[in-house]
């Protein structure tokens, strides 16, 4: 009785040093599923992106208010880039979805642009990504907030992805 509880202590310590495959190196040795990528942005710069997108949570959607002047999803995103370190991305949302680099679902990281369409229509809504399948954008109704990706309404409105802050560009800015 005893051999086989210690037989089973050893197995599930053993089991538990086996790599998750999560943790594999591609051919390159990247982890798998991530993308290469030159970075010249800091964790500090990161605090600091979010700390400037914390500070719009609550703001009212534009025309919303008649005390705070508001902004549109578009504007946010635009005003956020180029607050966090000069980017300039385009004012209009179909503007916005054209520039930076595409990404798929899967690649979105940290501060890359998230777009939807309405309806039947093309891309006309615009947020920025912030982990955990979460994303800041504007509301019509609610202002500036934080929704999840997987809610029914925006898993099937996902039209696409854009990364506008790339490391090897520096200096490069989008116009």
């Not at 605090?47 to 902004?71: D, F, H, N, T």
């Not at 966090?84 to 004012?91: A, E, Q, S, V, Y």
């Not at 979805?97 to 690649?107: A, E, N, T, V």
């Not at 504007?138 to 898993?155: A, F, L, P, T, Y």
């Amino acid at each position: 009785m005893l051999r086989k509880i210690a037989m089973l202590i050893a197995l599930v310590l053993l089991a538990g040093c086996t790599p998750h495959p999560r943790y594999r190196a591609d051919a390159e040795g990247q982890p798998a599923g991530q993308m290469r990528q030159n970075v010249r942005y800091t964790t500090n710069d990161y605090i600091r992106l979010g700390s400037i997108m914390q500070s719009y949570l609550g703001k009212p959607y534009a025309g919303k208010s008649q005390y705070e002047e508001g902004v549109d999803c578009s504007a946010f995103t635009r005003a956020v880039f180029k607050e966090f370190d000069g980017t300039l991305i385009p004012r209009m949302v179909l503007q916005q979805f054209q520039s930076g680099r595409h990404l798929s679902r899967s690649q979105v990281g940290y501060g890359d642009l998230v777009f939807f369409r309405s309806g039947s229509g093309g891309v006309s809504h615009v947020g920025i990504y912030v982990g955990f399948d979460q994303f800041i954008h504007v509301s019509s109704s609610r202002g500036v907030i934080i929704s999840s990706m997987n809610e029914k309404h925006w898993s099937r409105r996902f039209v696409g992805a854009r990364r506008v802050l790339v490391g090897d560009r520096a200096g490069e800015r989008q116009p």
